[in-house]
């Protein structure tokens, strides 16, 4: 079966420090990997997917990156942290076949900036 | 970007009673797929109901069943016989079947289960 695994699961960063939150999945190849952050309060962003290593679409313009540099591995990094990146992250991956294949989540990271 | 819209920021609802939480979309694509998720306390997003635009069924799982309306863009979500583990926020969620890499989710129904 497949699993996804998310860490840290609480982090806490001054602001003006870099970030690194890593994303892995497990019994599935080449599947379609994403980040999303929900604000307190609020739905979920779209920040990045990949459809493949190496390949990373932005939805929002900020100071954080992506990275893919597995097939199922996926990283969100950043510089130089802001007061405005704290909140939730949550990884998630989707099987390449299946037209109705939902999101699966990982349990999430809670960023705290400051 | 698509929009989903979650009117309803809270919703209430007794132990044992039916609830219905709305959700609306804008989209011009013919086919897409539609998804309800719920975050318990333990923020885990958990699928509950998906839904294929071609497909004039309502989905049904369990006491989880939706009202697919394609024509007005919504996809209610009904859920009967409440349960205090019913308890979390429901978001629901858009992806095109046609550029379907992104998902598009609401801003979330939180709902409370009143024993």
């Known amino acids: 079966s497949q699993t996804i695994h998310q860490w840290p699961a609480t982090l806490v960063q001054p602001v003006g420090s870099p970030l690194s939150l890593e994303c892995t999945v497990e019994?599935?190849?080449?599947?379609?990997l994403y980040w999303y952050r929900q604000a307190a309060g609020r739905g979920l962003q779209l920040l990045f997917y990949s459809v493949g290593i190496g390949q990373i679409s932005s939805e929002v313009p900020q100071n954080l990156s992506a990275s893919r540099p597995q097939d199922r591995q996926f990283i969100l990094s950043s510089k130089k942290l802001l007061l405005s990146d704290s909140g939730f992250y949550l990884c998630?991956?989707?099987?390449?076949?299946?037209?109705?294949?939902?999101?699966?989540f990982g349990n999430g990271t809670r960023l705290t900036v400051t | 970007a698509q929009t989903v819209t979650q009117s309803q920021p809270e919703m209430s609802v007794q132990e044992a009673e039916t609830v219905t939480l709305s959700c609306t979309y804008d989209t011009s694509e013919s086919d897409y797929y539609l998804f309800w998720y719920k975050q318990p306390p333990s923020r885990q997003m958990i699928l509950v109901i998906r839904q294929e635009a071609y497909k004039q069924q309502n989905a049904t799982e369990n006491r989880f069943s939706v009202n697919f309306q394609k024509a007005a863009k919504s996809f209610s979500l009904k859920i009967s016989d409440s349960q205090l583990g019913d308890a979390a926020m429901y978001f629901c969620a858009y992806r095109s079947a046609f550029m379907g890499n992104q998902f598009y989710f609401g801003t979330g129904t939180s709902l409370t289960v009143i024993p």
């Open positions: 019994g599935t190849s080449n599947p379609n």
């Open positions: 998630a991956w989707r099987g390449q076949s299946g037209d109705n294949s939902p999101l699966h």
